[in-house]
């Protein structure tokens, strides 16, 4: 099992351009979530994907957006970059089809470390 | 709205110690708790989930405790190393919101030799 997978590990940008980070969720998984850790802070959720839909935002701009494919990847797609989206992005997978859904444990992807210059 | 706080920010303990790290969550409807270690610029490893019908759950030299009517977990390390320097993170999922995590600002654990 190769758990949550992320690319790229790197990324540098500049301001006003545009970034996609891919997610490959944890095999048997189903529901992958975004999140955004800055430096020295806890994780911050972005989105949450199920059945190819966004099913919860967190308080992010319009400027973040996502994708969930057939096979559960997941995308996150951030346009018009500014320096304060500077952070590590993580993704996350559990199992959402299970009727003990809500008891999952949440595993972690390695991140997308972004760096906008 | 579910605020998570960890108590201390940065703990510095010689080798051999036994350890007590705090979480505190202001919403007692929590489902379960999750705790997490981050090592510099990694993601997220899963330690232990301890679910609210729990009072108590334990890995190698790890435990957790769950109090949800005081809103208080504990980890506990027992015998700590120099490999047991991390980041270290207490997460609940959100009800009714996808299971979406809080998270607290996390604990930086350094152990020396």
């Known amino acids: 099992d190769a758990g949550v997978t992320q690319s790229p590990t790197h990324l540098i940008k500049t301001r006003g351009q545009q970034v996609t980070l891919r997610c490959s969720p944890k095999?048997?998984?189903?529901?992958v979530s975004w999140y955004q850790q800055a430096l020295g802070q806890g994780p911050q959720f972005i989105f949450q994907?199920?059945?190819?839909?966004?099913?919860q935002r967190g308080n992010f701009p319009d400027r973040f957006s996502g994708h969930q494919f057939p096979n559960y990847s997941s995308e996150l797609n951030v346009n018009a970059l500014l320096l304060g989206d500077s952070a590590l992005y993580l993704c996350?997978?559990?199992?959402?089809?299970?009727?003990?859904?809500?008891?999952?444990?949440?595993?972690f992807g390695p991140g997308t470390r972004l760096t906008v210059l | 709205k579910q605020e998570v706080t960890q108590i201390p920010a940065a703990l510095s303990v010689p080798e051999g110690e036994n350890l007590v790290l705090n979480c505190s969550f202001t919403?007692?409807?929590?489902?379960?708790l999750q705790w997490f270690r981050q090592d510099p610029g990694k993601g997220l490893t899963s330690l232990l989930l301890?679910?609210?019908?729990?009072r108590e759950q334990t890995s190698g030299r790890l435990n957790a405790s769950l109090d949800k009517s005081s809103g208080r977990s504990t980890l506990y390390i027992a015998a700590s190393q120099p490999g047991d320097s991390a980041t270290y993170l207490c997460?609940?999922?959100?009800?009714?919101?996808?299971?979406?995590?809080?998270f607290g600002g996390g604990t930086r654990l350094m152990v020396k030799p």
């Open positions: 997460a609940v999922p959100q009800y009714n919101a996808g299971n979406m995590l809080t």
């Open positions: 919403d007692s409807a929590i489902y379960n």
């Open positions: 301890i679910q609210s019908s729990q």
């Open positions: 996350a997978s559990r199992p959402g089809t299970s009727g003990r859904a809500t008891y999952n444990e949440q595993f």
């Open positions: 994907y199920y059945e190819e839909e966004e099913r």
């Open positions: 095999s048997g998984h189903d529901t």
